[in-house]
């Protein structure tokens, strides 16, 4: 089922519940891709040097101890990960440095680094932890965000967002692929929305100028999918043209969905962002696992 000689699906955990989830995803995504599981956990302690007092000695040293307590929770990841997808080689590594710097290098040889949303450090009342928006924004290939226990049917579609900006093509590409290897439909979504004073909303909608922008919108969707609906013809397409905020769009779509993908950078005003801000408030927010592709 594996193939040694792919590029792995990468995973990083440091014992939080976020991470098994992050874990058993990204097994499942593995074995999809017919690769292997690279499951890592970052050792900031290890980059110190505690040297131990022969005046004060002690039962254990703190570094002994977590490069102790990170075996348990590897461990604890790969059993997980074996039992979500049994076929699939997993193998565990501890790599000396911090999550993000760690992951970031991770990802320059791994076809997909998956994350959990949220770890055991920082406030546990943010939404998502500062390594997964760190590794999306820095990331060398496409990155997965889990931020909860996929709930979706096994026949829920996968969602993706669809605008014309310059990373249009792999995000496309990384949609029909993941909709392929699932056996389900994809949802093409593309928002358009105005701005102004609801008495500009008013006229704008009386005078029929919404109906028109609306019918330019959906020509534009379907010219932009022609070419995909031929490469992959087992892929059921589902054109969506919504009047929203592309993010509101995406999360309203996404609520039954397995996976969401979106883009890193989109076409909004500040092309230097590396991670665009519907891609970040996705990031956040998403009901289901997202894929910010590369």
């Known amino acids: 089922m594996t193939t040694a000689q792919a590029k792995p699906v990468v995973v990083g955990i440091d014992g939080s519940s976020s991470a098994l989830n992050a874990a058993r995803w990204a097994a499942a995504e593995a074995h999809r891709r017919r690769s292997w599981l690279r499951v890592v956990f970052a050792d900031v302690f290890a980059l110190v040097y505690l040297p131990d007092l022969p005046t004060m000695p002690l039962p254990e040293t703190y570094a002994n101890a ?3 307590q990170a075996q348990q929770w590897l461990h604890r990841a790969k059993e997980e990960a074996t ?10 590594f501890v790599r000396a440095g911090g999550a993000i710097p ?15 949303s949220s770890g055991l450090g920082g406030f546990t009342g943010l939404f998502v932890g500062s390594a997964a928006i760190g590794l999306c924004a820095h990331g060398h290939c496409s990155v997965a965000v889990v931020r909860q226990p996929p709930t979706a049917a096994p026949d829920a579609p996968v969602v993706v967002g669809v605008d014309d900006s310059p990373h249009e093509e792999t995000v496309l590409k990384t949609a029909f ?32 100028y919404r109906a028109t922008i609306q019918a330019d919108e959906e020509r534009i ?40 993908v979106v883009g890193s950078r989109g076409r909004g005003p ?25």
């Open 83 to 92: 039992a979500a997808a049994p076929g699939v080689d997993v193998r565990t």
């Open 221 to 260: 969707l379907a010219e932009t999918l022609a070419g995909w609906n031929e490469k992959y013809p087992d892929v059921e397409v589902r054109h969506i043209v919504a009047h929203n905020k592309p993010a509101r769009a995406l999360h309203e779509h996404a609520q039954h969905a397995q996976l969401l």
């Open 177 to 208: 692929e993941e909709a392929t290897m699932r056996g389900v439909a994809l949802e093409a979504v593309h928002a358009w929305h105005t701005i102004g004073t609801e008495q500009a909303w008013s006229s704008f909608h009386s005078q029929g």
């Open 102 to 116: 760690v992951l970031i290098s991770e990802s320059r040889h791994a076809q997909l680094a998956v994350v959990g």
């Open 270 to 294: 500040v092309t230097g962002l590396l991670l665009g801000s519907t891609s970040q408030q996705l990031v956040h927010h998403a009901p289901c696992p997202l894929i910010v592709a590369r």
């Open 66 to 68: 977590m490069a102790r």
